[in-house]
């Protein structure tokens, strides 16, 4: 029994130990474990670009099947991300190239701190196409409002009681005209938030997703106002 | 008798010349006639498209209410198709909400 436990503690202690010694390498690895190993460093600055690349990729393909937003709005993402794809691929070219490992970390350096694709440039390219929904959304919301006006005076001009519609019509135009408000912010910051802004525009993606999530509410209960007054007259 | 002779020769002037200022007026008056005809009829045609425009108003007006219904109508279904691309870019918005700040480099 003894013997058994006299065993049993180097036994533990060596996986221990085994595992922060793997543990520490994994994180050496990613974090400085290419050392002075040129193509070390190559191969991981090519395996960041790639990932970049893809997701960037998966974004044009989205923004194509995207028929909800006009070609324009469409183009402006479009352009800025094409930019960001050609770019990568410059410096990859750039990296492979390298022929010392401190050109070649300067060079992964680049891929971060040049382009910010998951700090910035994503996050910012996703909201853009979020933002431009709502703008839509807001130019059709805004035609509709005339037309509820007309409906609910066509209502009242038959003798119908139209004050419960008449409300929700002051409520739906309310929140459009916040949510225009809210889109308006949101289009101000856009050009504030640029890779170079890096770290302050996580502040301004937070500001231009609060603008957004408002006015994506202010729709929403635009919309409810809407089918509340469809439903009083027995359109629906 | 060689009395009435001149009187005859005088009734026959009066009438040729009654019939000759006929055919004169005859011959003026068919031209104003012409034009007259003409600016009526395009008169005419001006009337029938002011009636046409009347009718198409008409038309309009009285298919108002029914217009407008029909209107909400596609504007829900507009809308519809609207809210539910919005709520696909506000996930894809939603899954690049993290802001990386921090990446790894070697």
Known sequence: ?????????????????????????????????????????????????????????????????????????????????????????????????????????????????????????????????WMDHLINLNSKLVTTEPVLQTLIQNEANKGINVSQEQAELADFTSKVTDMGNQLNSAEGLVPQITPAGFPGTTTLLKNFRADLQQAHQDAVGAYADFKAILTGFGLK | MNKKIPAFIAAFGLIAVIALSGCGSASNGQSPSNTSSSSNSSQSSTSQSYTGSGSSQSSTGSSSSSSIDQQVTTIEQQLNDQFNALNTAQQNANSNASFQSTETQP
């Open chain 1, 1 to 129: 029994m003894n013997k058994l436990r006299f065993l049993a503690i180097p036994f533990f202690s060596a996986i221990v130990l085994a595992a922060t010694i793997f543990g520490q390498g994994t994180t050496a690895y990613a974090a400085s474990g290419c050392g002075q190993n040129l193509q070390c460093v190559i191969t991981f600055g090519n395996t960041q670009i790639a990932d970049r690349l893809t997701k960037l990729g998966a974004l044009l393909t989205k923004l194509e099947a995207d028929t909800k937003i006009t070609p324009t709005q469409v183009q402006a993402i479009e352009h800025d991300i094409n930019q960001n794809i050609d770019g990568l691929k410059q410096l990859q070219v750039k990296l492979d190239n390298e022929t010392t490992v401190t050109a070649a970390r300067a060079d992964v350096k680049n891929i971060y701190e040049q382009y910010r694709i998951y700090a910035v440039v994503l996050p910012l390219a996703y909201h853009e196409v």
